[in-house]
Nanobody, 115 residues
Framework: QVQLVESGGGLVQPGGSLRLSCEAS????????LGWYRQAPGKQRELVAA???????NYADNVKGRFTISRDNAKNTLYLQMNSLKPEDTAVYYC?????????WGQGTQVTVSS
């Protein structure tokens, strides 16, 4: 079955960078749409970035210019490069994969931005 495993989270200072990875298995990676959601304690889940099977990307307004989503179909891996991190970026980040409107989800990785 579909498996998604996030990694790369951690503690960084404001202005720092992190690269999240999501390793996928159990499905035809190259034809799936992929993306990242995040959720902070007490806050609603928000879509951070998405990338289609064709490579088209979309970003939340509050991460545009700072985050870059990419995929490596040969490695079945999704990435989220996060630069110029702010405390407001602190959250658990979840990757997803979908063919239709119903996604499969990873377990999440914690990102904490604090000085």
């Amino acid at each position: 079955q579909v498996q998604l495993v996030e990694s790369g989270g951690g503690l960084v200072q404001p202005g720092g960078s992190l690269r999240l990875s999501c390793e996928a298995s159990g499905f035809i990676f190259s034809i799936y749409h992929l993306g990242w959601y995040r959720q902070a304690p007490g806050k609603q889940r928000e879509l951070v970035a998405a990338i289609t099977s064709g490579g088209t990307t979309n970003y939340a307004d509050n991460v545009k210019g700072r985050f870059t989503i990419s995929r490596d179909n040969a490695k079945n891996t999704l990435y989220l490069q996060m630069n110029s991190l702010k405390p407001e970026d602190t959250a658990v980040y979840y990757c997803y994969a979908r063919l239709n409107l119903v996604p499969d989800w990873g377990q999440g990785t914690q990102v904490t931005v604090s000085s």
